[in-house]
């Protein structure tokens, strides 16, 4: 146990299960893992050095910063396309519902046909509008 104010090193070892880091274990001192992404019995395993004041903050504090690496991760990601074949359209543009892009997705509101030419250039169809 360390002095109040003083932290140690810890190596945390854990396991992600269904897209949650488990702890396995923690241990004194700061190691080097090889191979520490990847695969073990279908769970991808991940280690990380933490300063802590004992143990079980550093498992606390491990747990964040995995949590934290995985959110950098999925914001890095590509939206999906939208779910209408041929359209490149993001569903997240905040026009869009239901993973249609908001083009789409106004069509199949407004009962249109679903037969819409995805491949035309964009302003071919801002000139069909504006016409």
Not at 27 to 39: C, F, P, R, T
Not at 52 to 77: G, H, K, L, P, W
Not at 82 to 102: K, S
């Amino acid at each position: 146990m360390t002095a109040t104010g003083e932290l140690t090193t810890y190596l945390v070892i854990g396991l992600w299960i269904d897209d949650e880091p488990l702890v396995a274990g923690v241990i004194v001192g700061d190691h080097s893992m090889a191979d520490v992404e990847s695969e073990s019995d279908g769970y991808q395993r991940w280690a990380t050095s933490v300063q802590a004041e004992d143990a079980e903050s550093a498992e606390s504090y491990a747990v964040a910063e995995m949590r934290d690496e995985q959110d950098d991760d999925e914001e890095d990601e590509e939206p999906a396309p939208c779910r209408t074949e041929d359209c490149d359209g993001d569903p997240d543009d905040g026009e869009g519902w239901d993973g249609y892009c908001g083009n789409c997705a106004d069509r199949l509101d407004g009962g249109e046909d679903d037969e819409y030419d995805h491949s035309r250039a964009k302003e071919d169809a801002r000139n069909e509008v504006l016409v």
